[in-house]
């Protein structure tokens, strides 16, 4: 029932910037809470943020707490992951992923996923 199509991937270099997107599709989606997670080749899936309905609380991993932000548009049903200062180590498929509620922030509290956008950070 519920969509998720990422997009704003692609290749820059370190110290740069990108905006991820996120549209949602399915009105169940609409007032769970939302994240993003990665996956470096080789490497298991990780947590890296996630916001709640309202946009009052917000949960970042540790390695991305002051470089990236996450936002979200519930009247056009789109998730953001603003990335500042990328680092090499910041090159995985992001994920974007809705939660069971509209307040559980914690990695398992997500259900369903997208099919990922490519980012690659050169050094």
């Known amino acids: 029932q519920v969509q998720l199509v990422e997009s704003g991937g692609g290749l820059v270099q370190a110290g740069g910037s990108l905006r991820l997107s996120c549209a949602a599709s399915g009105r169940a989606f609409s007032t769970n809470a939302k994240g993003w997670f990665r996956q470096a080749p080789g490497k298991e899936r990780e947590f890296v943020a996630a916001?709640?309905?309202?946009?009052?609380?917000?949960s970042y991993a540790d390695p991305v707490k002051g470089r990236f932000t996450i936002s979200r548009d519930n009247a056009k049903n789109t998730l953001y992951l603003q990335m500042n200062s990328l680092k090499p180590e910041d090159t995985a498929v992001y994920y974007c992923?809705?939660?069971?509620?509209?307040?559980?922030?914690?990695?398992?509290?997500?259900?369903?996923w997208g099919q990922g956008t490519q980012v690659t950070v050169s050094s």
């Open positions: 992923a809705a939660s069971r509620s509209s307040t559980g922030l914690a990695p398992t509290a997500f259900g369903s």
């Open positions: 916001i709640t309905w309202s946009g009052e609380t917000t």
